[in-house]
């Protein structure tokens, strides 16, 4: 280490090294006079000092722009690097210039033009060019990972002039755009990767080696460049000298990963974080008189559902059946279980996304049709099911297991016996992916901000309603119906048609699928108001962190 | 005792062989698949993606073979990579096991320096109200959650108070020293940075007595058992009779015979301390193996789970055999023995 390097970190803290270095070491033996002489809290102004945001580990395993997929990365990737096109606050059905400045699509569906703008600079001052981002596209296609599938349907990209690329599509795919928002989907800088082993061949994902090197590097044109990542501890991120659009309005921001709530909380009061991401309901909700903290929600896109097979229960067989257990839900009463960290949902679709079911027609409990039911599937007196649920799983922040005991409980009013079974999160999903179980509790997890991303899932035949609840297009003439309607709207490009198609789509699902969607989750993010005058939030990346305005 | 010690070493090579079968065994009956709770929903329909993962972790061949490539790969070094953090699993290890051992080293030194002389003075005024106060707290220290502990230790401590940080190995935004041992506060003096070391010496203070409560607890009851067994004896009153002091008794024949079941404690204590502060890592921020370890397991990661459970059983063998060799060191009688 040098001794730059050394003053750097004492100036950091505000301090000179003497006084700091022997009153630290005199002091660790003593913790409480040690706090004395603790440097300035994060809570006062800013002033130059870093911005410090508290979340969870979550599932980040790396910082490869081209590999990375988990839910706690798209906040870096939006402040790394530029995506074609992206979403300004948190209007999700408005999509904004980013890499490329405007775009063109053909009337049939099937080719899109980006006039990318010239102005873009990867961090280093470097002008990004299409050949960027054509690797970029490229290697995340082959690198083969886990949302390398975004891009399926993609027939080609291809430069078609100097500051142009063209992107042509094997069949339609009405939220492409919404696809391209997502920050999987980044412009990194081609010769840096190349440079470290990075490749965009057909084989890149046995020969490729620049991960380990882009897990410490940033080789973008967001806003700020990684400065560090120590793994289960923080992540430091710098200001871009070299931006190409507004510069960030924080000389640097530290991600400090601490897992449990209540710490984040703690931190939160203490003054010692700006911004705690993952509060959960009781806590947030407990927040609500603290005059410096205000607590914000985001949809997370991700709404909780109760399924069942139509195939492993005799009972269940019957699908006149479901209504019991759908009407036999107290879904008003759920609030009390989710407080802010949920919401009532129209169907699977969550409610925000363009061609949701409003969330006032979402399902309601209705007693006497649920008995009704019963009769007419000829189980008047009730029977009982099996239903699994993740013992220690949540659904964004609302804890599985209160959710699965609260519709048991709902659903025992009326003679219907669901068995829970509690299995570990891995071993519920490997059962439920592999269509095993008789009904299950769980939620569906946005990958980007279109219906497209939900509906076809749980349609008769889809990922979930086919493998999952063994419910397919020819069990029935609303199953082929609601196949029909989903296969039509995924071919309409006017919105207002394909609107119109996907709720009539999700109104037959809730009246004939076998589920019960049972509330869309939240985000809900714990802010000090006397530091953070408004965050421009967003279900995807939380919030921006280059838009950020400071008190 | 060098061939008492070679011999032992040569012993931990069946021991680890049948760890990783055990291991390897258990791993694999459990009905998950790593890959199905590892990629995202969508990305699990893609067999395509699902076929490049299963290709990469050898999850489509046999399990014979699975289990030969790994003992295979295992004798060159190489843990394989975590299914979760596609890392090499002797990187994350590396990052994350220096972390750990730092915080139980200092845990077992709180817990000796404490619990020894706690011990040794309930039994010498046994019966009397110091014992009686020793017994309750170390009924109290050894039967608390460790969970709800570091809560009300982080709430009294840091957040209330402010006399101790709330998380992590050092102040936000200061970064680690350059990796030597992985240990803050012996890489911070190494590169001569003494406030980093006195900083993170800080944010060891509160989880390292959090977790040290229980082998506090544990030791100081041994040491009082052990020293009331050997209190009572002849050698001692003989002592007396010689005109030796009080405390010079006490120390240096009373500890002396008495210390050998404290040492096998205080050897299996850090044994757990390394194994098992998976809630104190996760309470206080603490990027360390338990963290780690409950991550690759609710992930079914096989590779990362049979990584930790090597390292968690070479540390304890290795101190069991620092433990032996210290009855040698102590007892002339097995030092003879050894030999």
């Known amino acids: 280490m040098t001794e730059d390097d050394k003053t750097n970190r004492l100036l950091s803290r505000g301090i000179s090294r003497r006084t700091f270095t022997a009153s630290a070491i005199a002091l660790a033996v003593f913790p409480p006079l040690l706090s004395m002489t603790r440097a300035a809290r994060a809570a006062e102004p800013l002033g130059g000092k870093p911005l410090v945001v508290v979340m969870k580990t979550g599932s980040l395993r790396t910082l490869d722009p081209n590999n990375a997929y988990e839910a706690e990365w798209f906040i870096f990737g939006k402040a790394l690097y530029s995506q074609l096109v992206t979403l300004r606050g948190s209007a999700l059905d408005a999509i904004a210039a980013d890499y490329a400045s ?61 500051n142009q690329v063209k992107v042509t599509l094997g069949e339609i795919n009405v939220d492409f755009l919404q696809i391209l928002t997502t920050p999987s989907l980044n412009v990194a800088q081609a010769s840096a990767i190349k440079a470290h082993g990075g490749t965009d061949a057909k084989d890149a994902s046995t020969t490729d080696t620049a991960g380990p090197w882009l897990d410490a590097n940033s080789v973008g044109s967001g806003p700020f460049i990684l400065d560090r990542w120590t793994r289960g501890s923080e992540l430091v991120l710098k200001r871009n000298p070299n931006f190409w659009g507004v510069p960030a309005p924080v000389e640097s921001v530290i991600v400090k990963f601490v897992d449990d709530p ?31 903290v205000k607590v914000y929600q985001i949809p997370a896109l991700a709404p909780a559902y109760f399924g069942w097979s139509t195939q492993k229960n005799p009972a269940l067989r019957n699908p006149k059946i479901w209504d019991a257990i759908k009407y036999g839900i107290d879904y008003a009463g759920l609030a009390d279980i989710y407080l802010g960290g949920g919401g009532p949902t129209g169907s699977m679709v969550p409610p925000s996304l363009g061609g949701a079911l409003p969330a006032d027609q979402g399902m309601k409990e209705d007693l006497d049709r649920a008995k009704a039911a019963l009769v007419a599937g000829g189980q008047p007196d009730g029977f009982t099911m099996n239903a699994s649920f993740a013992s220690d799983g949540s659904y964004t922040t609302v804890p599985a297991p209160i959710v699965a005991q609260k519709v048991a409980a709902d659903l025992s009013r009326i003679g219907i016996t669901v068995n829970l079974n509690p299995q570990l999160f891995s071993q519920m999903l490997t059962e439920y992916r592999g269509g095993q179980q008789e009904a299950v509790f769980h939620w569906w997890s946005s990958d980007y901000v279109g219906w497209t991303d939900y ?58 699928g076998p589920y019960a969607f049972l509330f869309e989750t939240n985000y809900q993010l714990g802010v000090r108001s006397d530091a953070i005058a408004s965050l421009p939030l967003n279900p995807v990346w939380y919030f921006d962190l280059a838009g950020i305005e400071f008190t | 005792m060098w061939t008492f010690t070679f011999r032992r070493l040569l012993l931990l090579i069946p021991t680890l062989i049948g760890i990783t079968l ?18 995202g929903e969508q990305a699990a329909e893609h067999p395509e993606i ?4 299963r290709a990469k972790w050898g999850l489509d061949e046999p399990l014979p073979v699975q289990y030969l490539t790994y003992l295979r790969n295992l004798v060159r070094g190489d843990f394989g990579d975590s299914i979760y953090t596609h890392r090499p699993v002797a990187a994350d290890l590396a990052d994350y096991l220096p972390a750990t051992i730092e915080l139980a080293t200092v845990a077992i030194i709180i817990s000796i320096l404490i619990s020894l002389p706690l011990g040794v003075l309930a039994a010498r005024f046994r019966g009397g109200p110091f014992d009686g106060l020793v017994r309750t707290v170390t009924t109290i220290g050894v039967s608390m959650p460790i969970f709800w ?23 936000s935004g200061l970064a680690p020293p350059p990796t030597v041992t992985g240990l803050y506060t012996i890489d911070g003096l190494i590169a001569g940075d003494f406030g980093l070391v006195a900083n993170a010496l800080y944010h060891l203070a509160l989880p390292a007595f959090v977790l ?25 009153r003989t002592a007396r009779s010689k005109g030796a002091r009080e405390p010079y008794v006490l120390v240096h024949h009373a500890v002396e015979n008495a210390i050998l079941p404290v040492i096998t404690v205080m050897g299996l204590a850090f044994g757990d301390l390394l194994a098992g502060s998976v809630m104190t890592e996760t309470i206080f921020g603490w ?28 540390s304890y063998t290795i101190v069991n055999l620092a433990v032996d060799l210290a009855y040698a060191l102590i007892d002339p009688r097995i030092r003879a023995a050894m030999s």
Do not use: C
């Open chain 2, 287 to 314: 990027p360390g193996i338990g963290r780690y370890a409950y991550s690759a397991a609710s992930h079914a990661d096989f590779p990362a789970v049979m990584g930790v459970t090597l390292v968690v059983a070479i």
């Open chain 2, 149 to 171: 502990l570091a809560l009300v230790a982080i709430n009294i401590f840091y957040f209330h108070l402010h006399l101790v940080p709330g998380q992590g190995r050092l102040d």
């Open chain 1, 455 to 512: 509906l076809p899932i749980f349609a008769p035949g889809g990922a979930a309603g086919g493998k999952r609840h063994q419910w397919n297009p020819t069990d029935s003439a609303e199953a082929q119906k609601i196949a029909d309607l989903v296969s039509k709207a995924k071919q309409t490009l006017a919105l207002d048609a394909q609107y119109a198609l996907t709720r009539e789509a999700q109104s037959l699902i809730n009246e004939f």
């Open chain 2, 22 to 39: 055990i291991t390897f065994a258990v791993t694999r009956s459990i009905p998950t698949d790593p890959v199905a709770a590892t990629i």
């Open chain 1, 262 to 292: 209540n710490i984040q909380r703690s931190m939160l009061l203490a003054g010692d974080a700006h911004i705690a991401v993952n509060l959960s309901p009781d806590i947030a909700s407990g927040l609500g008189g603290e005059a410096k």
């Open chain 2, 50 to 53: 699902v076929a490049v993962y």
């Open chain 2, 212 to 236: 040290a409560t229980w082998s506090i607890g544990l030791i100081t009851r041994v040491t009082r058992a052990s020293m009331l067994a050997v209190l009572g004896q002849d050698f001692l």
């Open chain 1, 102 to 162: 405007t775009w063109d699509v053909s009337d049939d569906g099937l080719t899109y033009v980006f006039d990318l703008n010239p102005k873009v600079k990867f961090s280093d001052g470097s002008t990004a060019t299409a050949d960027d981002l054509l690797f970029s596209f490229n290697r995340f296609i082959n690198l083969k990972g886990p949302g390398s599938w975004l891009l399926d349907g993609v027939k080609s990209i291809e430069k078609s002039g100097p």
